[in-house]
């Protein structure tokens, strides 16, 4: 099954430079926080992002690599093509507040370990959000049992004395297992656009992220509240 999931993902990328890209995006990220839990509690952050839109669905990429304090270095890795079901099926999902339904697949890996997730997504038409995204997978984990996830995706712009800024962010939920906790990963960025005064044309960023943890990687009781300086370029 996971070698099936590998080389689904990687058709996907493959056919996606071969498919109509709508849009594109790449930033890199730096976030500087000291309240991590689980390995060192002071660490840097360097988050490589892509994020594509097409006509059969889209993907999005990234990769954190952190620098601990007392010298480790880890890497971790996310990738999803999304496939629109409305592109498969040749119709317009589109119902209410439904702007379209897809499948939903991620490529979690790290390290020591490759975990695939699948399952089906929902796009909402929401005012006054860039997107907002919930999908529901079934993981296929690599060192422990089999769970479920569900993740809420945002993004939130609007201005504050005459300045951009953008609220974005994730929420994870995974069911527990007799080898993990259940456990909540809510993420999220309050950012400001300094780009403009800056007379910069892309976008650079500047603020804080927050991460609020419960039962972090499935480890009952170990719960994390982290806030981080955050710079984010988009090119």
């Not at 889209?58 to 409305?86: A, C, K, Q, R, W």
Request: hydrophobic share 40%; aromatic share 16%; with cysteine.
């Amino acid at each position: 099954m996971k070698n099936i999931l590998i080389g689904a993902s990687l058709a996907l990328c493959s056919f996606s430079s071969l498919a109509e890209m709508k849009w594109n995006d790449f930033s890199l990220s730096y976030i500087k926080a000291n309240n991590y839990e689980v390995g060192d509690n002071e660490r840097q952050v360097l988050t490589v992002e892509h994020a594509s839109g097409h006509d059969w669905g889209g993907t999005f990429f990234f990769l954190d690599h952190e620098d601990f304090s007392d010298g480790t270095v880890t890497n971790y890795f996310e990738l999803s093509p999304n496939i629109s079901l409305s592109y498969l099926t040749n119709s317009n999902l589109a119902l209410g507040p439904i702007k379209d339904v897809y499948f939903a697949t991620t490529w979690e890996g790290g390290d020591t370990f490759n975990n695939f997730l699948y399952g089906i997504g929902v796009n909402f038409n929401a005012p006054g959000f860039k997107y907002l995204n919930l999908a529901f997978y079934k993981a296929n984990n690599e060192l422990w049992v089999n769970d479920e996830q569900a993740t809420l995706t945002w993004a939130l712009p609007g201005e504050f004395l005459n300045q951009n800024i953008v609220w974005d962010g994730f929420i994870d939920w995974s069911s527990g297992s007799e080898t993990q906790k259940s456990e909540l990963n809510f993420t999220s960025q309050l950012k400001w656009n300094i780009a403009p005064t800056l007379g910069i044309d892309s976008i650079l960023y500047v603020g804080i992220e927050y991460a609020y943890w419960i039962n972090k990687y499935g480890i009952d009781g170990v719960d994390e509240k982290n806030p981080g300086l955050l710079v984010k370029w988009h090119f």
